[in-house]
């Protein structure tokens, strides 16, 4: 029996971006470990799809619940029908995310308040509308949500991606601190995932020249040498269940830039001084 079956087999799972990549592979296992899932994205067809499939091979349950995570609403209908089923829910995977290849300056009309609004306010709304309702229930449950290994670095053609995913990093951190305030059993998880065979750089805005060289690059990086998406879900959900706060795809790529970090902290710290 895996973690996660022993854990929460029996309870609800609800994964916003559930329709396609790391969130089709959560939900894939999660259903495998015997949860009801709640599958949220705007991409109806594709939640539809993975519903049925998921059915006929014995899902408890498989709701598929259309919902734009940029938008508060949206979420607030999501956590209702989630909470409205019959076996409690413990884990939100806040997964859904974009991508944007671009020199900072050189984004598309409506670029930052579009990734910032689904990457970042995304989490936040996942966090504003479940976290009251789980405080309220005292019960064992996880907030889980997808950063990446850009949480770490500061690169060129990935400005806005990694301020994003640095920030899901630091809501998450806070989200920790506050749940000690109120002594809440709540695990807060985050996920660093590396190289994932996803359709993320395909679906990423085409904006011409070097940034689509660039968008190129990286999606056949991640086609051709990145983690299977299925089996990446199924390894979040594996380290979730036992209780990890920082969990990886890729723990060499996550160490290398994590210690990146580090290191331009301790300039800083040396620049400034004591
Ligand atoms: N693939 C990788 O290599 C990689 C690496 C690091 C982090 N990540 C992160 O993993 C997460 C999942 O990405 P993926 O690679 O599986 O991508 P994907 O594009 O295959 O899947 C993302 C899903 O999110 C959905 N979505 C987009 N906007 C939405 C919205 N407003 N509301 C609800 N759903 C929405 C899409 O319809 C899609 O089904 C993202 O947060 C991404 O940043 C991916």
Redesign the pocket.
């Known amino acids: 029996v895996s973690k996660a079956a022993d854990r929460w087999a029996g309870a609800t799972a609800v994964i916003?971006?559930?329709?396609?990549?790391?969130?089709a592979g959560l939900a894939r296992a999660a259903a495998a470990a015997g949860m009801t899932v709640v599958l949220?994205?705007?991409?109806e067809p594709?939640i539809q799809a993975l519903s049925a499939e998921l059915l006929a091979k014995g899902a408890v349950a498989a709701d598929p619940v259309v919902?734009?995570?940029?938008d508060l609403e949206s979420v607030e209908r999501l956590a209702g029908a989630a909470f409205g089923r019959p076996e409690p829910v413990r884990l939100l995977a806040n997964?859904?995310?974009?991508?944007q290849v671009s020199l900072l300056w050189e984004d598309g009309p409506g670029a930052w308040d579009r990734l910032m609004g689904?990457?970042v306010s995304?989490v936040y709304h996942g966090m504003r509308a479940f976290v009251p309702r789980l405080i309220e229930e005292g019960v064992d449950a996880t907030i889980l949500s997808?950063?990446?290994?850009?949480a770490f670095t500061s690169g060129a053609f990935q400005g806005m991606y990694q301020v994003s995913?640095r920030a899901v990093l630091t809501l998450s951190e806070c989200l920790a601190s506050d749940l000690e305030v109120v002594k809440a059993p709540i695990q807060v998880s985050v996920v660093f995932?590396?190289?994932?065979n996803?359709?993320?750089f395909h679906?990423a805005p085409d904006l011409g020249g070097r940034s689509t060289r660039m968008r190129g690059t990286l999606e056949d990086l991640?086609a051709t040498s990145?983690m299977d998406?299925d089996e990446a879900g199924a390894l979040i959900l594996e380290r979730a269940a036992a209780g990890d706060r920082w969990i990886t795809t890729d723990p060499g790529m996550a160490w290398s830039l994590a210690k990146l970090l580090r290191d331009r902290v301790e300039e800083i710290m040396g620049v400034i001084g004591s």
């Open positions: 916003t971006g559930a329709g396609s990549g790391i969130g949220a994205d705007i991409d594709a919902t734009d995570v940029s997964n859904a995310g974009i991508e689904i990457n995304g997808t950063a990446s290994v850009g995913k995932p590396g190289a994932v996803t359709q993320i679906r991640c990145g998406s």
